[in-house]
């Protein structure tokens, strides 16, 4: 039973790397919601678990395994499947709340995946933030800002879990629902405002117009009209009859190039616009209309 | 304020202080067939440790990375934690060349450590493989007909009977090759032998602590069966 010395660097690490699990892990809960594997959970507030949407099949007595081995039933607070995360409320709390990192990830940056689908204890998983990207349309009708891709491996039941720097702090959550195959982490600033929403609606409200678009490029000529650079807006195709577009004058024909006082070039932008606060609220549209800018107020709609 | 530069050399330097340590008490097992599995010289006396299923079958035989070939023999095997006990044979001078490991204590594992993998993965020899504990888990196991081996080490287990045992899981890459090989902590000290035994993606391996009991009653009966 010999250690030897003079590798104090890779000790250190090691010695990090466990702390942080340690820590990371008394903040990550079993969540057994579907019938499959049970996956995993972070402790988000005194009485509040946030998890994965697609784990999450019942709304009620969803049993949670603390980690200090108790079990507690939670209930569905609210759900976003667009961003495939879902918010529990516990009967009796969490000791140890999840601290999520001050700042956003950067590429190359040391991470562990942890999760807790088992009651033999936490799991582990090392990589690195790989990349970086969104907006990224996820397939049930929702769009991600931003998301992260990293290298640890996926263990089954790690949905939900936590993504943590070397200090045990939460960069992300992990889901493999949103990218078949593929292992992301939602960045922990975004699930955190996410659930901040779900926690005061119960849902993301996700907003409507009522138009068909689709993307063309703008002349240099208007561009100049327009008072900038944007080589890119959305010809609508088709208006909705009765829809908000059309009671806010919106026509068959305008290049739709602005919502409330940001440009939009693509499809993604304007949906990734068109949630929270804006929803159910007059915002100016800025559209090219004959060549010429103008601006229509449309009352955004809510899409159920 | 840390010198980045510095450390990352720190750390490489440490690495590969860790792994040249560790590449001298691993030995490639041969058993005639396809492929070969790895062994950690574990005792003085040319004692080696692998797993049970790369010795199951065939003429056993063991060479060094330096190429040294030594005969060898199965001294005791627990097929229920696919681990096999051998020795070699050979001049003193030639098992001077099998430095025993360093074995740390596996029953102070903490998940997230440093773990590295050593092996002959797919055939290439002294493959390194980096990754950390990923967790411990218990797996129920059918204790071995006429094995003889009863665990005192908190994993019971009588043969023929069903146990469990802890395994070591891990994210560092395991392959075919890497069967019987050491899986080393941040100080280059043995924390478990990898193995196969548990299907699925995930590395496994057997706790050192295990293997050293494996080890003390396999040699503790040899002991015995000479002075009858």
Same mark, same amino acid.
Not at chain 1, 248 to 272: C, N, T, W, Y
Not at chain 2, 53 to 64: L, N, P, Q
Not at chain 2, 74 to 84: G, I, P, R, S, T
């Given at each position: 039973?010999?250690?030897?010395?003079?590798?104090?660097?890779?000790?250190?690490?090691?010695?990090?790397?466990?702390?942080?699990?340690?820590?990371?892990?008394?903040?990550?809960?079993?969540?057994?919601?579907? +019938? =499959?594997?049970? #996956?995993?959970?972070? #402790?988000?507030?005194?009485?509040?678990?946030?998890?994965?949407?697609?784990?999450?099949?019942?709304?009620?007595?969803?049993? *949670?395994?603390? !980690?200090?081995?108790?079990?507690?039933?939670?209930?569905?607070?609210?759900?976003?499947?667009?961003?495939?995360?879902?918010?529990?409320?516990?009967?009796?709390?969490?000791?140890?709340?999840?601290?999520?990192?001050?700042?956003?990830?950067?590429?190359?940056?040391?991470?562990?995946?942890?999760? +807790?689908? %088992?009651?033999?204890?936490?799991?582990?998983?090392?990589?690195?933030?790989?990349?970086?990207?969104?907006?990224?349309?996820?397939?049930?009708?929702?769009?991600?800002?931003?998301?992260?891709?990293?290298?640890? @491996?996926?263990?089954?039941?790690?949905?939900?879990?936590?993504?943590?720097?070397?200090? $045990?702090?939460?960069?992300?959550?992990?889901?493999?629902?949103?990218?078949?195959?593929?292992?992301?982490? *939602?960045?922990?600033?975004?699930?955190?405002?996410?659930?901040? %929403?779900?926690?005061?609606?119960?849902?993301?409200?996700?907003?409507?117009?009522?138009? +068909?678009?689709?993307?063309?490029?703008?002349?240099?000529?208007?561009?100049?009209?327009?008072?900038?650079?944007?080589?890119?807006?959305?010809?609508?195709?088709?208006?909705?009859?009765?829809?908000?577009?059309?009671?806010?004058?919106?026509?068959?024909?305008?290049?739709?190039?602005?919502?409330?006082?940001?440009?939009?070039?693509?499809?993604?932008?304007?949906?990734?616009?068109?949630?929270?606060? @804006?929803?159910?609220?007059?915002? !100016?549209?800025?559209?090219?209309? $004959?060549?010429?800018?103008?601006?229509?107020?449309?009352?955004?709609?809510?899409?159920? | 304020?840390?010198?980045?530069?510095?450390?990352?050399?720190?750390?490489?330097?440490?690495?590969?202080?860790?792994?040249?340590?560790?590449?001298?008490?691993?030995?490639?097992?041969?058993?005639?067939?396809?492929?070969?599995?790895?062994?950690?010289?574990?005792?003085? $006396?040319?004692?080696?440790?692998?797993?049970?299923?790369?010795?199951?079958?065939?003429?056993?035989?063991?060479?060094?990375?330096?190429?040294?070939?030594?005969?060898?023999?199965?001294?005791?095997?627990?097929?229920?934690?696919?681990?096999?006990?051998?020795?070699?044979?050979?001049?003193?001078?030639?098992?001077?060349?099998?430095?025993?490991?360093?074995?740390?204590?596996? =029953?102070?594992?903490?998940?997230?450590?440093?773990?590295?993998?050593?092996?002959?993965?797919?055939?290439?020899?002294?493959?390194? %493989?980096?990754?950390?504990?990923?967790?411990?888990?218990?797996?129920?196991?059918?204790?071995?007909?006429?094995?003889?081996?009863?665990?005192?080490?908190?994993?019971?287990?009588?043969?023929?009977?069903?146990?469990?045992?802890?395994? *070591? +899981? %891990?994210?560092?890459?395991?392959?075919?090759?890497?069967?019987?090989?050491?899986?080393?902590?941040?100080?280059?000290?043995?924390?478990? @032998?990898?193995?196969?035994?548990? $299907?699925?993606?995930?590395?496994?391996?057997?706790?050192?602590?295990?293997?050293?009991?494996?080890?003390?009653?396999?040699?503790?009966?040899?002991?015995?069966?000479?002075?009858?």
């Amino acid at each position: 039973m010999s250690q030897s010395n003079g590798n104090h660097p890779l000790t250190a690490l090691s010695e990090a790397m466990a702390e942080a699990v340690e820590k990371a892990g008394m903040g990550t809960v079993l969540v057994n919601g579907r +019938r =499959r594997l049970p #996956a995993s959970g972070i #402790a988000y507030a005194a009485d509040l678990i946030l998890t994965a949407d697609h784990v999450v099949e019942r709304e009620e007595d969803i049993p *949670i395994l603390l !980690p200090d081995g108790s079990e507690v039933t939670a209930t569905l607070v609210g759900r976003d499947p667009g961003s495939d995360l879902a918010l529990l409320r516990l009967k009796g709390g969490p000791a140890f709340l999840a601290e999520p990192a001050p700042q956003e990830a950067r590429i190359g940056q040391l991470v562990l995946a942890l999760g +807790r689908p %088992t009651s033999e204890g936490i799991q582990a998983s090392l990589g690195v933030i790989s990349a970086k990207g969104g907006p990224v349309r996820t397939g049930r009708g929702g769009l991600l800002e931003r998301y992260l891709r990293t290298d640890a @491996i996926p263990y089954p039941g790690f949905s939900g879990g936590p993504l943590v720097d070397t200090a $045990g702090r939460v960069v992300g959550l992990n889901t493999s629902g949103l990218a078949r195959g593929a292992s992301l982490a *939602i960045p922990a600033d975004l699930a955190w405002q996410i659930a901040g %929403t779900l926690a005061q609606h119960g849902s993301v409200r996700r907003g409507y117009l009522g138009v +068909r678009s689709q993307p063309v490029t703008i002349p240099t000529a208007q561009q100049k009209a327009l008072g900038r650079e944007q080589s890119t807006g959305l010809l609508l195709v088709s208006v909705e009859e009765g829809s908000p577009a059309e009671a806010g004058g919106l026509m068959v024909g305008d290049i739709l190039v602005g919502l409330a006082g940001q440009p939009v070039s693509d499809p993604d932008e304007l949906l990734a616009r068109l949630s929270g606060a @804006i929803v159910g609220s007059p915002a !100016p549209v800025e559209v090219l209309r $004959g060549g010429q800018p103008a601006t229509v107020t449309v009352t955004i709609g809510e899409r159920k | 304020m840390i010198d980045f530069v510095e450390l990352s050399s720190a750390f490489t330097e440490s690495l590969e202080m860790v792994v040249q340590r560790a590449r001298r008490s691993l030995v490639v097992v041969h058993n005639g067939r396809h492929g070969a599995g790895a062994g950690v010289v574990w005792r003085a $006396g040319g004692y080696l440790v692998t797993n049970h299923h790369v010795v199951a079958r065939g003429a056993i035989r063991v060479s060094s990375l330096e190429g040294h070939e030594y005969p060898a023999r199965v001294v005791a095997q627990a097929a229920e934690v696919d681990l096999a006990l051998l020795q070699v044979d050979g001049p003193a001078a030639d098992l001077s060349n099998l430095l025993p490991a360093m074995i740390a204590d596996s =029953r102070q594992l903490r998940v997230g450590e440093v773990a590295f993998a050593l092996g002959h993965p797919w055939g290439q020899r002294a493959v390194v %493989t980096a990754g950390i504990i990923s967790g411990l888990a218990t797996v129920r196991v059918r204790g071995g007909r006429g094995s003889g081996t009863v665990m005192r080490t908190g994993a019971e287990l009588v043969p023929g009977e069903r146990g469990s045992v802890t395994v *070591i +899981r %891990t994210d560092a890459e395991l392959a075919p090759g890497n069967s019987g090989g050491p899986l080393l902590n941040a100080s280059g000290a043995v924390i478990g @032998i990898n193995t196969m035994i548990v $299907g699925g993606d995930l590395g496994v391996a057997i706790p050192s602590h295990i293997v050293e009991a494996f080890v003390t009653e396999s040699l503790g009966q040899e002991v015995a069966q000479v002075t009858i």
